[in-house]
């Protein structure tokens, strides 16, 4: 495991350990955050912790073609009972993400440093918000970074029953459209396996990433 400095740099990725931990300390800077991206690395730690910063083997991934909708969130696409946007309120869906509570989940990774240099992203072009609305209040979101035909999941809320799920489908088609290559979720949930994800190697994950960051 590698101590980072200010030196803007991180190490192979294949030197992680078998958890995926490969180096900490650094810092949030988006020079830093978008080499880590691009080299197929993400931070995540506590508030109370140095940054650890992660590239795990395998890979929990979505292919958009394998993604998968039940009958019962088909019904939810096409109710109308939900409104789908993009980009309309990042700062309100990562605030969400960190605060709404999780079924086993005491508190969140996301520390107001990961916050702010979240938003720094998001006016930069980086980082992007999908939105559920009803009766025009945010029902559940989800936020991430998009780099060339790449997109890296980072967390999802939901305020509302199947919020999250109507936020992430109908983003993922979005992602269809626009001929994106590969969604990154990081680590495994059932609720995004449900939906098509599956694990990749690190090796494989990081080829389709050199192909599609748009370096």
């Not at 740099?9 to 030197?15: A, L, R």
């Not at 939105?131 to 209040?137: I, L, N, P």
């Not at 029902?139 to 035909?149: P, V």
């Amino acid at each position: 495991m590698f101590l980072l400095t200010k030196e803007l740099f991180f190490p192979p990725v294949d030197m992680a350990d078998a958890e995926g931990l490969l180096a900490i300390g650094g810092d949030l800077s988006a020079e830093r955050l978008l080499l880590a991206y691009r080299s197929g690395i993400f931070p995540w730690y506590n508030e109370d912790e140095p940054i650890c910063w992660w590239s795990p083997d395998p890979r929990f991934v979505l292919f958009p073609a394998d993604l998968k909708i039940s009958s019962s969130m088909r019904t939810v696409l096409q109710n109308g009972k939900y409104r789908f946007t993009i980009n309309k309120a990042f700062e309100q869906v990562i605030q969400n993400c960190k605060t709404v509570a999780r079924k086993g989940q005491d508190g969140t990774w996301i520390s107001p440093a990961m916050q702010n240099a979240y938003t720094t992203l998001h006016k930069l072009g980086y980082a992007h918000s999908a939105e559920t609305w009803q009766d025009g209040e945010l029902a559940g979101g989800l936020y991430g970074i998009r780099l060339g035909k790449f997109f890296f999941g980072e967390s999802m809320f939901s305020l509302k029953p199947n919020a999250s799920k109507f936020a992430f489908i109908s983003y993922v088609r979005q992602l269809q459209k626009e001929n994106v290559q590969l969604i990154d979720c990081q680590l495994h949930t059932n609720h995004l396996e449900s939906l098509g994800a599956r694990m990749i190697p690190r090796e494989l994950f990081t080829q389709i990433l050199a192909a599609n960051s748009g370096k």
